[in-house]
């Protein structure tokens, strides 16, 4: 069947009806095309006709004009002709847009899944360090917390671009007692570049990465030790009451790029000389605060317990290092880890723009024709 509509004015309330010049008998239907005038050149288009009288919905009645045969009729309801329309512009679309889509899809998934595996050995590896060393916890804290408070807000440079690398920067006064911390992260670069698919491990990544597995590594110490000493049981406590679920912000800030030199002097202060006031005006300038600054104590220097004393004398700090105190001694110091973790987050962003296609790879594509079967 053809469609064929005169042109005419008409409004999605009207009751009208179409009719249709018999030319393939086995086609029954109605084109979407022909329901849209403005897809279609309406000169010579003609047998439409309209009735204003009945609102209570689109009806289109296609009839078949036949000198053998009156009075047939198709009906079709607005939702008709809606899933007419869907189907006219899949067509319209073609099936090459819609492969393409498909493709686009399937891709942007093996990359998720390529990057999700990538990372799950690297923190499995820095894991099993980490345990293997805990000597080099707060090293490694301070470390990642060094790198990125390089930041300049001013100048939108420096921050956890894996800066601290460099030999003129680990050296500085402020990084005094970081080199073995670094030394285990270039151990397990050379381990992790080995294996890797798709390209090197930035320093940047692997920095805050480090840092993420250190700080997991004090939330268990501190489940064990509420469970007696039974590391058994503190593993059962931290998945029971952990907050493993609350780094999926961190884990997705994954494709950070490396810095090519060493940030400028003079933006790191000295956090074992540095006044309480000191340390508030350089996390306000690179957007973080008090809070943040007395949740993050365990990266100020080895003696968390003596730097939250220091920090407890400023009136804006104080009543933050207390909260995450009492958080501590919770079974599940909700708070604490959350509020750290939030922190970290946030700290290890500074400057970055995260590339989501980092170690990807492409996946060759198998030729189902040379299969023998």
């Known amino acids: 069947?053809?469609?064929?509509?005169?042109?005419?004015?008409?409004?999605?309330?009207?009751t009208f009806s179409l009719s249709l010049s018999h030319?393939?008998?086995?086609?029954?239907?109605?084109?979407?095309?022909s329901t849209v005038p403005s897809f279609t050149n309406t000169n010579n288009l003609q047998h439409l006709t309209l009735s204003s009288s009945h609102r209570s919905g689109l009806i289109i009645r296609c009839c078949k004009i036949d000198p053998q045969v009156s009075g047939e009729c198709l009906a079709f309801h607005r939702r008709d002709v809606l899933?007419?329309?869907?189907?006219?512009?899949?067509?319209?679309?073609g099936k090459g847009f819609i492969n393409h889509v498909g493709d686009a899809k399937a891709a942007d998934l093996n990359q998720r899944r390529q990057r999700s595996d990538f990372q799950s050995k690297i923190k499995l590896m820095l894991s099993k360090a980490v345990?293997?060393?805990?000597?080099?916890?707060?090293?490694?804290?301070?470390?990642?917390?060094?790198?990125a408070m390089t930041y300049d807000k001013a100048t939108k440079s420096g921050g956890a671009n894996g800066s601290i690398r460099f030999s003129s920067e680990i050296s500085r006064a402020e990084n005094a007692g970081l080199s073995d911390g670094l030394a285990l992260i270039e151990e397990a670069k050379k381990e992790i570049d080995s294996f890797s698919k798709g390209g090197p491990i930035?320093?940047?990544?692997?920095?805050q990465l480090a840092g993420q597995a250190a700080v997991k590594s004090t939330f268990l110490a501190s489940a064990i030790r509420k469970c007696g000493g039974n590391e058994e049981k503190g593993n059962l406590l931290y998945t029971?009451?952990?907050?493993?679920?609350?780094?999926?912000?961190?884990?997705?800030?994954?494709?950070?790029?490396?810095?090519?030199?060493?940030?400028?002097?003079g933006r790191i202060p000295l956090w074992r000389k540095a006044t309480v006031q000191e340390m508030k005006d350089k996390f306000i300038a690179i957007g973080l605060g008090p809070r943040q600054l007395a949740v993050m104590s365990a990266f100020l220097g080895p003696d968390q317990a003596a730097t939250e004393q220091l920090l407890a004398s400023d009136p804006q700090?104080?009543?933050?290092?207390?909260?995450?105190?009492?958080?501590?001694?919770?079974?599940?110091?909700t708070d604490y880890e959350v509020d750290l973790i939030t922190a970290l987050t946030k700290l290890s962003g500074l400057g970055q723009q995260i590339n989501y296609e980092a170690y990807t790879y492409p996946v060759e594509r198998i030729n189902l024709s040379k299969l023998k079967l």
Not at 83 to 93: P, R, W
Not at 202 to 207: E, G, N, V, W
Not at 241 to 248: E, R
């Open 23 to 33: 030319q393939n008998p086995e086609m029954r239907g109605v084109s979407f095309l």
């Open 240 to 265: 029971a009451y952990g907050s493993s679920g609350q780094w999926a912000l961190f884990d997705r800030q994954f494709g950070r790029s490396d810095a090519t030199e060493a940030d400028p002097e």
């Open 83 to 93: 899933k007419l329309a869907g189907t006219a512009i899949g067509m319209l679309i």
């Open 317 to 333: 700090v104080a009543p933050w290092v207390q909260k995450y105190q009492r958080s501590r001694e919770t079974v599940s110091q």
């Open 202 to 207: 930035s320093y940047a990544d692997l920095i």
């Open 131 to 147: 345990k293997a060393k805990p000597e080099l916890v707060p090293s490694i804290l301070t470390l990642a917390l060094n790198d």
């Open 1 to 14: 069947m053809y469609l064929s509509v005169h042109h005419a004015s008409c409004s999605w309330d009207d």
